[in-house]
């Protein structure tokens, strides 16, 4: 007989004040335990934040910081929308929870991340791992899926994502194989996704692709590629010409 373990949820408090409420999610945890769990009431649309910062300078990375205070978090805060990442405090996902900061009480955001890699002092059970991850402060709701991997939230986070039945997009910044992996299920589940030009690693070679600029290097760039939901944003270009294309994406939902 299979022992059926239980969603666990518990509440953190950040040194900033931040309080976030945390749900550990055994693998054999439902959708709907885990929703039930997380109490956020059901958003009218969802953003997706996949990938990283990875060889971005501090300059490009203050801009993409006005790109997501200025231009994400606002259409999110205007439509409503739950937004989600990898809840960890590095990479664009600390860039985001920065911007959502700057903007207090009008969207949530809610991390999803393996919670063998997390380390917390406040949550029991995951504080023993000496090399782990730290949780962004400004997050208000964390998933933690049981698995010792990066990338072994994947299908938790886009099971979530569905559940929540509401518009979604998903924007891609920089990224190496597990971002591909979102992105390429992003599509198939016939999401729009936002690709950020010149961010680097990933986001370049499916823009590329998108572009026709070079061939691609995989079955898995052509099949996003050719999917006809991939729109191109460059990371030059103002925040508010974001807002617009943001915005212009969710109307096609």
Do not use: Y
């Not at 992105?183 to 692709?209: I, P, T």
Request: charged letters at 20%; hydrophobic letters at 45%.
């Amino acid at each position: 007989m299979r022992h059926e373990r239980t969603v666990r949820k518990d509440a953190i408090t950040f040194e900033n004040g931040n309080r976030a409420v945390v749900v550990m999610a055994p693998r054999d945890a439902s959708v709907k335990e885990i929703l039930d769990a997380l109490e956020i009431a059901s958003p009218s649309a969802v953003i997706l934040l996949f990938g990283g910062a990875a060889g971005l300078d501090q300059s490009r990375k203050a801009h993409l910081a006005t790109l997501f205070g200025d231009g994400v978090t606002p259409v999110a805060a205007e439509l409503g929308a739950l937004i989600i990442d990898g809840g960890t405090q590095s990479g664009v996902m600390a860039i985001m929870g920065e911007a959502v900061a700057r903007h207090p009480g009008t969207c949530q955001l809610l991390g999803i991340a393996p919670i063998g890699k997390i380390a917390h002092p406040e949550i029991a059970g995951v504080s023993a791992v000496s090399d782990g991850a730290a949780l962004e402060s400004h997050h208000s709701h964390f998933v933690l899926v049981e698995s010792a991997e990066w990338g072994g939230e994947t299908e938790t986070m886009l099971e979530l994502t569905r559940a929540f039945n509401a518009p979604i997009v998903a924007i891609l910044v920089n990224g190496g194989a597990i971002a591909a992996d979102e992105a390429l299920q992003s599509v198939r589940n016939r999401w729009q996704l936002l690709v950020v030009e010149g961010s680097g690693r990933f986001a370049d070679e499916l823009s590329a692709a998108v572009h026709g600029s070079q061939r691609a290097k995989s079955a898995k760039v052509n099949e996003i590629a050719r999917s006809g939901r991939v729109a191109l944003f460059h990371m030059d270009d103002a925040a508010s010409i974001l807002k617009i294309k943001l915005h212009r994406m969710f109307r096609q939902e």
